[in-house]
């Protein structure tokens, strides 16, 4: 009679493994709300950016519609992009690819976010830039034209050549650091000999620009490259 006893123990124990096989498929079946779905999206693009809290790329996606209701999937959801990453505007597939495939397309924007000097006031045309008129902000890379400025340290001194408002971005072409008739420092540099002298700037030039100038000692007009507020450069 024990005998039979095990025996039954035994067909019973194989009866609710069977039995619980179907229900452990089941339980790994998972469901996502719209939300959850935009969420793990966007966590996916910015993994794919190298997205870092305050950094110089943000992502902003567009909510699912809540009306689209939760959906489920037995396997790990798959992601791609519709365009190459470097697209401004874009779409992310999000894809389900089990048996009951389905797939939904999340709209997204990737904005590159800069630093750049603005202004504190309006100033008008020639104006001498002081660090008071100056201040940092963020802006949006795609509303921004020419070279911008990212340290007002650099342009302290400078003269504007057109008239700017308050709030506005400032860019070198805004600028002329060395303006025609300044008296600029002139450095001369050969294997690793440095000489200063000084001259007369004969046309405006910001950074990078190569420009006349008058050295006041010899009267020579010379030609010289603008690194800085009233500074030229010469290398041989």
């Known amino acids: 009679m024990k005998k039979y006893e095990n025996l039954f123990k ?26 959850q779905l935009t969420e793990q999206a966007s966590a996916w693009l910015e993994q794919e950016l190298a997205v870092t809290p305050g950094g110089s790329i943000q992502v902003q996606a567009s909510p699912l519609d809540d009306r689209i209701g939760y959906k489920h999937c037995n396997e790990p959801l798959q992601f ?10 874009n779409t992310i597939q999000i894809r389900c690819g089990a048996e009951q495939s389905w797939q939904l397309y999340l709209p997204v924007r990737i904005e590159e976010i800069v630093q750049t000097v603005i202004l504190t006031q309006n100033i008008s045309s ?13 802006r949006e890379r795609r509303f921004l034209r020419g070279s911008l400025v990212s340290d007002s340290r650099q342009i302290i001194g400078a003269k504007t050549r057109r008239a700017m408002s308050i709030g506005q971005i400032i860019t070198l072409q805004d600028l002329c650091l060395v303006c025609k008739g300044d008296v600029v420092t002139i450095s001369v540099s050969n294997n690793g000999l440095n000489v200063a002298a000084t001259g007369i700037a004969q046309s405006d030039g910001s950074l990078g620009d190569v420009i006349s100038v008058l050295n006041r000692q010899s009267k020579r007009a010379i030609t010289a490259e603008v690194i800085a507020v009233n500074q030229v450069s010469i290398k041989f």
């Open 80 to 89: 791609s992009l519709s365009q190459p990453l470097t697209q401004r505007q």
């Open 10 to 35: 035994q067909i019973l124990t194989c009866v609710t493994l069977l039995c619980a096989g179907p229900l452990a498929a089941q339980d790994t079946v998972s469901s996502y709300s719209p939300a």
């Open 126 to 138: 020639g104006s001498l830039l002081t660090a008071d008129m100056l201040d940092i902000a963020n």
